[in-house]
């Protein structure tokens, strides 16, 4: 029997293939244990350039890798299509879910949990229809085609409101993202489209971007929000703070502000760059150990990031709740490193554990338009062109793969220096109401 346990390695089970998983995957490659990698994607996404995927600049192959081609190197680590859909803490099992709906049970000596987050409506998940939030791939790509097709429709519209409502673009949400991709769209209208179309012009689109608190980019500090907003308003984003949306509907929303007045805004296309929530396996395996979650379903861990009463379960990046760490990429690429050295300690028996998880802040970057930036490094606050130049190095930096790297340098230079934007095919959705036959025109008849 011992002979037995010598030579069967350990199994750990990585919930998420995100920063977290994939950094707690790449801490055990030397270590003698056998990996599983499950997510019900079968690529690791680079979430914080999705919206620049959404905005035509980067293809989806240069923030999207195949996981097992990031992974191939790593002989002890196998990964697995599926959806986690809940834990088994006392038998120490996985119930995942294949895409064919066939079940599965993956079962572990160690568990990480890297799930991250999904998009939240605060309650009002019909608001979904209508405003499209961008957590994952097929969302940039929907965005895309919902940006780039509405240029295409207010060029066929006969009627002038209908035309202005094409041409109004509203994001609800004023941090990283809803900044980012407010900007983006100024530019398509200013300097890609702004020559292409013969009917409208796109440079009179107008953005709104709406955000509760009484400032964008708030966690970047007064002195960087405040620059961020300048640029905004320059690019002619117009700003509304203190409000907050109580409607969405396929013409618009409504917004009340701080005096609890109601205004409609017309617009054909709203984007949701506000609020998370903890995907349900997070709840799931709340209830099987008793842990505590917060608001928005953080699961509340130990300072080595395992839960009370179970030390071979793992929570990192953004699903964890530990001190009030806000959910970056940063967080979540050095908490499944950390997880990933534990079990690697554990497992090699070492009489030194790793020290209670500190968190070294790398500072936080938004790109705002061509050659501006705001970036944030302890109390080194950068804007403008400076601000640029460390957002570029430090994405750079940590994009999964050389081909990737190379491509986005490539795509950025051309976006740069002359506006255009390689990243533009779309196709209509199959959601689209089929056209009414036209005027004149009988439909073909139908036998019985």
Not at 11 to 21: L, N, S
Not at 349 to 376: H, M, N, T, W
Request: hydrophobic share 45%; aromatic share 6%.
């Amino acid at each position: 029997m011992l002979m037995e346990d010598h030579v069967t390695p350990r199994r750990v089970v990585i919930i998420g293939g995100g920063f977290a998983g994939l950094f707690a995957a790449r801490a055990l490659r030397r270590a003698p244990v056998a990996v599983t990698v499950v997510d019900r994607r079968a690529h690791h996404l680079f979430q914080p350039l999705l919206y620049q995927c959404a905005a035509g600049i980067l293809s989806e192959g240069q923030i999207a890798q195949p996981l097992r081609a990031v992974l191939r190197r790593r002989p002890n680590v196998s990964c697995l299509l599926a959806e986690a859909i809940d834990v088994d803490p006392r038998a120490n099992v996985v119930y995942a879910r294949r895409p064919d709906g066939g079940a599965l049970e993956l079962p572990y000596d160690d568990l990480i949990v890297a799930v991250g987050m999904r998009q939240s409506y605060f309650g009002h998940d019909e608001f979904a229809e209508h405003a499209p939030g961008m957590k994952t791939l097929k969302d940039a790509l929907d965005i895309r085609r919902r940006l780039y097709q509405a240029f295409e429709m207010a060029e066929t519209a006969t009627d002038p409101e209908e035309r202005r409502q094409w041409l109004t673009f509203a994001l609800v949400g004023g941090g990283p993202t809803g900044v980012e991709l407010a900007g983006q769209i100024r530019e398509i209208a200013g300097h890609t489209l702004d020559r292409e179309f013969r009917t409208i012009d796109s440079t009179e689109a107008r953005v709104l971007l709406f955000e509760g608190s009484d400032k964008v980019l708030r966690t970047f500090g007064p002195h960087l929000a405040d620059r961020a907003a300048r640029t905004l308003r320059h690019l002619g984003v117009e700003i509304h703070l203190g409000t907050v949306v109580t409607a969405v509907d396929a013409d618009g929303l409504i917004v009340k502000d701080r005096s609890g007045a109601s205004t409609r805004f017309p617009a054909r296309t709203v984007l949701w760059t506000a609020g998370v929530e903890a995907p349900p396996i997070a709840a799931a395996l709340a209830r099987a150990t008793g842990a505590t979650q917060d608001r928005a379903g953080r699961i509340a861990v130990q300072p080595d990031l395992t839960l009370e009463a179970y030390p071979n379960i793992r929570v990192t990046g953004d699903v964890m709740d530990l001190n009030r760490l806000p959910g970056l990429a940063e967080v979540a690429m050095q908490t499944g490193a950390y997880a990933g050295r534990a079990v690697r300690h554990s497992v090699e028996a070492r009489k030194k554990q790793p020290r209670p998880f500190r968190y070294v802040d790398l500072g936080s970057a938004a790109y705002i338009c061509r050659g501006k930036a705001v970036v944030k490094i302890g109390r080194i606050h950068l804007s403008g062109l400076a601000g640029w130049l460390v957002w570029l190095l430090v994405h750079l930096a940590f994009l999964t793969g050389f081909r990737s790297r190379l491509g986005a340098v490539l795509s950025w230079a051309v976006t740069f220096a002359s506006g255009s934007r390689r990243e533009r095919a779309f196709a209509m959705s199959d959601r689209d109401p089929s056209p009414e036959p036209l005027a004149g025109t009988r439909a073909p008849a139908t036998s019985a």
